[in-house]
């Protein structure tokens, strides 16, 4: 039987999801289900002075409308609120008192007994304000920054080092603030089991964080609920923390001893979570070869006056490309604004932009090719902690990148190639993530049919996770891909931190391949108890499973299939969980890279842009699934795309109000827009990283496609356009 992993196996939970066979969160159902619906903040900061709710209440079909004044207890301490994934500072706790923190923030759930009546009756609900003065615009703040200590990181003396180089640059690159936008909206639909137990499906990247959050928050035993959360219709970052809807949810079912449903409309999403804006200031200073001497990069992004949110924009810098000085700072700025999340490949999406854009610039003043920069500056270590790379084909991904894109026919002047009356433009980029691995168990059952089922509370957020762990449990297992069923989202299933950091593929193969280990244990001691056995006396480092059978390695002639092992056991089944911790040794750097080539094609008189081509060639170790791992990779392309050209969300500053909180307004690349996407994975084998050589491909696909767009819109018209994103006005401005 040849192995699944590393093949293109399609997605076990596919025709689930296009029949409609899979359930999401705002589709699970119960008898008397009732329908809570938000009523939002319109200020952005101050206070409810009064909030009436007599109208609302009047309207046949309201079973209750919850605000601050009338809700049942919450946690009186931050503690109770504290997520996961929380960021230092104080979590904003919906409905807990007047504050008002942020436009669109809920100030009173509505409930009835259709979907409807809620949302007719929440137009009812008068609110009146003390507001007090916000703010919200980054640019106006952005003096205002403060230094996160543990952000800020040197070495050597990059000041000095940046003067005295022969030759320099620095500019500050600007990225709009951006939101989510996945397909599924934030649901939760807590169902009320009675005497005070609950099950809630709920969206969301980690159902055990979920689980921890709401035991916090309600002060809930632990076996009193339970936290479901099958299929994710997209959550990008946006799941990671509980979002506002769950305690809502929760709350009214708890008040009501019944079950509620809270579904968030899609302009309510842009009051949840968002990649703040951010200013990235780099500065480079080389040596006319093209060499490094120093690299100074400042971040500057946004948080909420509640938390400070914040992620590594600026260390890639130093990581990326040689350079004996170099200098990071994060800076922050406070805005009446609620906390931004993360969003797939957060900081690095952003800080890669900044820096490889520089990149870009660098190459122009040294008049040098900017792929021949880039391996002229190729670090061969992580120069920030001095360490060899676990693996790094970054060579390759250049290599292969650039002879697939036909990069040696680019003519280095600007404006210098064209087709009819469109400027063409070639551009490429870096790209950098890490190759994460967090605490994870799984359970294995496997049953004398020769089916195994594998178990974890980790998510599928789109990636493939239900694909990967089947491939991995039947290679482990030596079963065929059906005989495999796949169980995850349920926070009563074997350990599982939230789905994120490109860190799941790693765990949880490791977690099942850990497992799989005791189950051949356990099916060994099963059989080596018959002296006449055929695999009596094997030990079981030489035991294998393989094609429905264990067997000796060595002496393949002994081999008993599992049903008659477990026959001869007296078992019809065997259970075993295993947990993998992964302690970084301290000994390597861990990361995925890229390298990135666009072609753009911009109409001369009217400044629009088409991205006709873009190369991907990724290294991250050993691929599971080529099929979900493209998958994977296009999806940040595209995602690059938004960033480059269409993704800006909009404050009106008067009213700290986002003005484009829909998908009409909001842009993200339509079909129109994406043409040829070319994935190339390199090989790179990886003795280093874990037993199984996997690195993740979850984040690495965005980092670096806006760097190369815009470097490619700078070769076609010669015009530097630093702030995302680049639109036609910018082009003819
Ligand atoms: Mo990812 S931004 O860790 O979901």
Redesign the pocket.
């Known amino acids: 039987m040849a192995p699944y992993i590393g093949t293109s196996v399609s997605r076990v939970d596919g025709r689930a999801k296009v029949t409609g066979a899979a359930q999401y969160a705002a589709e699970f159902d119960a008898p008397d289900l009732a329908y809570g619906r938000v009523v939002t903040a319109t200020i952005a900061c101050g206070r409810v002075a009064r909030i009436d709710i007599t109208d609302a209440l009047r309207v046949p079909g309201v079973i209750a409308v919850l605000t601050h004044e009338n809700r049942p207890p919450l946690a009186d301490n931050d503690k109770g609120y504290k997520d996961d994934v929380a960021p230092s500072g104080s979590p904003y706790r919906p409905l807990y008192d007047d504050k008002v923190q942020f436009n669109g923030q809920p100030v009173a759930l509505v409930v009835a007994e259709d979907e409807d009546t809620a949302r007719f009756a929440a137009t009812l609900v008068r609110v009146e304000y003390d507001a007090q003065p916000h703010e919200t615009d980054f640019f106006a703040r952005r003096d205002a920054a403060f230094t996160l200590d543990r952000r800020t990181t040197r070495r050597g003396d990059a000041a000095a080092a940046f003067s005295a180089a022969p030759v320099r640059h620095e500019a500050e690159y600007v990225i709009a603030t951006e939101h989510h936008n996945p397909m599924e909206l934030f649901a939760s639909t807590a169902i009320w089991e009675g005497g005070g137990r609950l099950t809630v499906y709920e969206k969301t990247?980690g159902v055990q964080n979920v689980h921890r959050y709401l035991c916090g928050v309600f002060g809930i035993e632990p076996d009193h609920i339970r936290v479901v959360s099958p299929y994710v219709g997209g959550?990008?970052?946006a799941?990671?923390r509980p979002q506002y809807q769950v305690v809502l949810a929760v709350l009214a079912a708890r008040a009501l001893q019944r079950s509620v449903r809270v579904v968030l409309t899609r302009a309510q999403m842009y009051a949840l979570c968002y990649r703040p804006a951010t200013i990235e200031r780099v500065a480079l200073g080389a040596n006319a070869d093209g060499t490094l001497q120093a690299v100074r990069h400042e971040a500057i992004a946004v948080t909420s006056q509640h938390e400070a949110f914040a992620r590594n924009d600026t260390s890639w810098s130093g990581l990326l490309y040689t350079s004996p000085h170099a200098e990071y700072v994060h800076r922050l700025v406070r805005l009446d604004l609620p906390t931004p999340a993360?969003?797939?490949?957060?900081g690095a999406a952003t800080g890669v932009y900044g820096l490889e854009c520089a990149m870009d610039e660098l190459a122009v003043a040294l008049k040098l090719d900017p792929l021949e920069l880039r391996l002229r500056a190729y670090s061969d270590r992580d120069q920030n902690d001095d360490l060899p790379y676990t693996s790094k084909a970054l060579r390759d991904c250049y290599s292969r990148g650039a002879e697939a894109f036909g990069w040696s026919q680019r003519k280095p002047e600007p404006r210098s190639m064209r087709e009819g009356n469109e400027l063409v433009g070639w551009g490429m980029a870096s790209g950098v993530w890490e190759a994460l691995q967090v605490p994870t168990a799984a359970r294995i059952v496997l049953t004398a049919n020769g089916h195994a089922e594998v178990a974890c509370a980790t998510s599928d957020?789109g990636t493939g996770t239900y694909t990967i762990m089947a491939q991995v449990a039947a290679d482990m297992l030596g079963l065929p891909l059906d005989n495999i069923t796949v169980k995850l989202g349920d926070s009563s299933l074997p350990r599982s931190p939230?789905?994120?950091?490109?860190w799941t593929a790693a765990s949880v193969s490791h977690a099942i391949a850990a497992a799989a280990d005791e189950v051949r244990t356990a099916l060994l001691a099963l059989v080596a108890k018959a002296p006449d056995a055929p695999l009596a006396g094997v030990a079981p480092d030489d035991a294998v499973l393989a094609n429905g059978m264990i067997a000796s390695r060595r002496d393949p002639a002994r081999a008993l299939s599992i049903a008659d092992a477990m026959r001869a056991g007296g078992v019809e089944r065997i259970a075993r969980e295993a947990s993998v911790d992964f302690k970084d040794d301290g000994k390597y750097a861990r990361n995925t890279h890229s390298a990135i080539f666009a072609e753009v094609r911009i109409d001369e008189e009217l400044g629009v842009i088409r991205i006709l081509r873009i190369v991907s060639a990724v290294a991250a170790g050993r691929i599971l699934n080529t099929k979900t791992a493209r998958n994977q990779i296009v999806g940040g392309v595209v995602w690059g795309i938004g960033m480059a050209l269409h993704e800006e969300t909009q404050i009106d500053h008067r009213f700290g109000r986002v003005m484009n909180a829909n998908i009409s307004e909001y842009l993200v690349p339509v079909h129109a827009d994406v043409h040829d996407i070319d994935v190339i994975f390199v090989d790179e084998p990886d003795p280093h990283v874990n037993a199984l050589g996997i690195k993740g491909v979850?984040?690495i696909g965005i980092v670096g496609v806006a760097a190369a767009i815009a470097n490619a819109i700078y070769h076609a018209t010669g015009k530097r356009i630093r702030d995302l994103p680049i639109t036609l006005d910018k082009v003819l401005g």
């Not at 993360?342 to 957060?346: E, G, I, L, V, W």
């Not at 939230?498 to 490109?502: A, I, L, N, P, T």
């Open positions: 990247q959550a990008f970052g799941g990671l993360d969003m797939r490949a957060p957020i939230v789905e994120g950091g490109s979850g984040e």
